[in-house]
């Protein structure tokens, strides 16, 4: 500081005459996340953290009391009845207040008007979003060493196995780390103090639902120890953490996005992470299509890629309709070599991009399954024989051609409700949010309104939901190699999508355009208007 | 030399309403600039751009020769800005305040430990360090906001409405602060709505209404602009309805009038004609017994440069 400072350092560098030093941390608190350490001590001296604490503990007391009242001497394996009580308490602490206070922090920034605050500081949203989290698990732990007395008398008392209270133990610390990061992305998502009111009641039952499920699941596994030393458990078990940690980073991607400045890159971290989830999807996918015996057969694979489809085109709809050119703060990292320019376009922001993007990553599931069902020698489910799958159908006819129409109705359901909507409604901000919605909800649209007019019409199918609209319907039906209606299918829903493709055109060679000038330097940064929000 | 602060066109829309229209105006490194308007009138807008809090729908900001376009990381590495509405974190204490922003701001060890001290010791903050900050009053945590803001030691602070709500006591207080950091070398763009006060602190001032700047000038340079057109009041000895007529016929002399045994006239010109003018009047016979233009203030350079428009 420029300001006379005029104090005497102390031995620790704070002066002589100040009546608090700031609070020590010691060599490696200096490197702790600033927000962790606010986060701790704030929670440290808060209510809600030292009341659920104490009330969580004091109610597992009360349990275990009444149970230990009852133990008798033919009590078979008492210590499963102790777990499932302070398990359920456990799953209590961490599993709801835990979330629940991370949503609440990041919420009272706004409230509290200390957001900006954080931004102007040095800190990154990374960092504020990072902080929270640990904050969060630190917390979580805490609730687990003081549980820890009640699940050693558990272990004490027989019958609760060690491996499978560690799975559960580590299962429950995963899912405590997992939800506090959604609940945190939930928080960042509106600023507006009654949207968040709703989301909080809504996380509320959710939080509930999830406390029942895993307190249900910890039970089972205890009671069932057998499962966990079954090979399957642990093929599934990665497969599965890795799917909830796919969606944890994609959470807070989200919530830094959100909380990063408008010029700033809001998109390319979300892309890579979609691109990193794809890949590791096909390498699973080719994991148990060759590993496992019997392999997995072809219809699990091809319908596990469709719901990849559907979860990439929600993801789609959000990318295809960011703004089309690059914020001032992302068009100078634009490589400057043209072919590199072009192989890194679908990664960057804009509308454009992100249809190219939403395009290349179809095809890559598409086809990555399809290679996958005729080079790992999967087959299909149709035929059962002893020595297992021995059916020799084509692909098409175990549900090869399912996927492809989930292909066409993907792209349906996504660029053609994102095309008209923004012919219509323009590109600010707020109309991209209603295009956004509407794409969302544009399959109900395409099942529902074929459905009304059968019934102002009297046709019976297409009143009962049976008609070239209904995706879910037409994936279905052609999944054994057989399409419901296929001239309505082709002269109606193809040229539709080609509709859709032709309508995101224009925006594809925006672009591109915009690529090329900023790679070869014609169009510098600070010309470049910004349009990102 | 780099200005400490350069407003270059900046406009900001908010959907119909443009909030502020083409502002340009720069601050050198030590000036205080009172940032003046109207509610309304763009100056929380300007101030949160160059914050790096907006973004400018055109035009550009820049702080020490930095754009905060970009490189608004960098930008906000060389400002402190103290918002109308600050926040203070519950469950905390003055010290622990100051500390994680000390750490937000990548001060580590010695150093964070002897910031922490020089802005306490600067805001005079010492008995309230172990206090909690909810139990503060206003004027203290207005302190510990700016305590907070000058822990990195910005080049540039910005302070909107920062005597806001604050005692008469504590205003002075304030007074004193933000000169000693004009005093120290850091420009400081503030916002009042106590003008008043603002004349008494600042070197400039910036008018802005209806999100366009009006006027941007050193205090003494428009005050006596505006003292050009000064209403003067002059009681005379004898007849006054002669004096009356004398002053009338005087150059730069407009509106004379008789009113309850003084003359008032308005005074088109400088402090040498007005000079001249008294002689001249001394000259022809008339006998003044007091010879004064009001005092020019801030609110008179406000309300000679706005016309209240409202948006």
Redesign the interface.
């Given at each position: 500081?420029?300001?006379d400072?005029?104090?005497e350092?102390g031995a620790?560098?704070?002066?002589a005459?100040?009546?608090?030093?700031?609070?020590r941390s010691g060599?490696f608190g200096?490197?702790l996340n600033?927000?962790l350490?606010?986060e701790i001590?704030?929670s440290q001296?808060?209510k809600v953290f030292a009341i659920s604490l104490i009330v969580t503990v004091l109610l597992a007391l009360l349990a275990c009391t009444i149970m230990a009242l009852e133990i008798t001497d033919r009590t078979a394996q008492p210590g499963r009845d102790f777990f499932a009580a302070v398990y359920a308490f456990l799953c209590g602490a961490v599993l709801l207040v835990v979330p629940f206070q991370a949503f609440h922090a990041m919420g009272?920034?706004w409230d509290?008007?200390?957001?900006?605050?954080?931004?102007?500081?040095?800190?990154k949203p990374r960092q504020i979003v990072v902080g929270k989290i640990l904050a969060g698990f630190v917390q979580a732990l805490l609730f687990f060493a003081a549980f820890m007395p009640f699940l050693a008398v558990a272990f004490l008392l027989r019958g609760v196995d060690v491996l499978v209270l560690a799975v559960i133990l580590g299962l429950t610390a995963f899912a405590s780390l997992w939800l506090t990061t959604v609940s945190i992305m939930f928080s960042t998502l509106t600023r507006n103090r009654f949207l968040r009111v709703i989301m909080m009641v809504m996380l509320g039952g959710a939080l509930v639902g999830t406390i029942a499920a895993a307190s249900g699941l910890g039970n089972e596994l205890m009671r069932q120890p057998d499962q966990i030393t079954d090979w399957q458990f642990w093929l599934a078990m990665p497969q599965l953490l890795a799917v909830a940690t796919f969606g944890g980073f994609l959470a807070l991607f989200i919530s830094c996005n959100v909380l990063s400045?408008?010029?700033e890159n809001r998109s390319t971290n979300v892309r890579v992470l979609i691109s990193v989830g794809t890949l590791l999807f096909l390498i699973a996918m080719a994991v148990n299509a060759t590993v496992p015996t019997p392999r997995m057969p072809r219809e699990p694979l091809f319908g596990l890629t469709i719901f990849a489809m559907f979860g990439l085109a929600l993801a789609g709809v959000f990318l295809c309709t960011e703004p089309d050119r690059l914020g001032?703060?992302v068009a100078p990292t634009v490589p400057k070599s043209g072919v590199a320019a072009l192989l890194t376009l679908p990664w960057f922001p804009g509308r454009g991009r992100g249809v190219l993007f939403f395009l290349l990553h179809v095809a890559a599931l598409v086809v990555g399954a399809l290679c996958l069902a005729a080079f790992t020698g999967g087959r299909g489910m149709t035929i059962v024989g002893s020595s297992g799958y021995v059916d020799n159908d084509p692909i098409m006819n175990d549900g090869g051609l399912g996927l492809l129409v989930a292909a066409v109705y993907v792209l349906l359901y996504t660029l053609l409700p994102i095309g008209i909507c923004s012919l219509f409604l323009g590109t600010s901000d707020r109309s991209r949010k209603i295009v956004r919605v509407l794409a969302i909800l544009s399959p109900a649209f395409f099942i529902l309104a074929p459905a009304v007019l059968g019934l102002l019409i009297g046709s019976g199918p297409m009143r009962d939901m049976w008609h070239v609209g209904n995706g879910p319907l037409m994936i279905g039906e052609s999944f054994d190699g057989s399409l419901y209606d296929p001239e309505a299918f082709v002269f109606l829903i193809l040229p539709l999508v080609l509709v859709g493709l032709l309508l995101a055109l224009p925006s594809v060679f925006r672009a591109l355009r915009e690529t090329s000038r900023l790679s070869s330097g014609k169009e510098t940064?600070?010309a470049a208007p910004?349009t990102e929000a | 030399m780099t200005s400490a602060l350069e407003v270059r066109g900046i406009t900001k829309e908010f959907g119909a309403t443009k909030a502020v229209d083409n502002v340009s105006f720069s601050l050198d490194a030590g000036e205080i600039c009172g940032f003046i308007g109207p509610n309304g009138a763009g100056k929380t807008t300007t101030m949160r751009i160059v914050s790096t809090l907006e973004l400018p729908d055109r035009g550009d900001v820049f702080v020490d020769g930095v754009s905060v376009l970009g490189s608004a990381r960098e930008v906000r590495a060389k400002i402190g800005f103290m918002p109308d509405a600050y926040g203070a974190y519950s469950a905390t204490t003055v010290m622990e305040y100051l500390d994680f922003f000390a750490r937000a701001h990548g001060l580590r060890g010695r150093a964070r430990a002897h910031t922490i001290a020089s802005v306490i010791d600067f805001t005079a903050l010492h008995p309230l360090a172990t206090k909690n900050i909810d139990a503060l009053s206003k004027g203290m945590k207005q302190r510990l906001c700016l305590a907070k803001t000058l822990l990195h030691d910005p080049k540039l602070l910005i302070l909107d409405e920062p005597a806001a709500g604050l005692d008469p006591r504590a205003r002075v207080e304030l007074r004193e602060l933000v000169s000693a950091l004009g005093d120290s070398g850091k420009a400081v763009l503030l916002s009042s709505h106590i003008l008043t006060e603002l004349a008494e602190v600042c070197d400039s001032v910036a008018v802005i209404e209806a999100g366009k700047l009006q006027a941007k000038g050193r205090v003494d340079d428009m005050m006596r602009e505006t003292r050009a057109h000064a209403d003067v009041v002059c009681r005379v000895l004898g007849d006054a309805e002669a004096a009356l007529r004398t002053i009338a016929e005087m150059p730069h002399v407009t509106g004379a009038r008789l009113d309850q045994g003084n003359i008032t006239f308005s005074f088109t010109s400088g402090d040498q004609e007005r000079a001249q003018l008294l002689a001249e009047l001394v000259r022809r016979g008339v006998q003044p017994l007091d010879f004064a233009a009001r005092d020019t203030n801030l609110e008179d350079v406000f309300l000679s440069v706005t016309q209240g428009t409202l948006q």
């Open positions: 500081m420029t300001m400072p005029a104090a350092l620790d560098g704070a002066p005459s100040s009546p608090a030093a700031p609070p060599f200096d490197f600033p927000v350490v606010k001590r704030q001296r808060g009272s920034e509290d008007h200390t957001f900006e605050m954080l931004v102007l500081s040095n800190l400045h408008a010029e001032r703060r940064a600070a910004s | -």
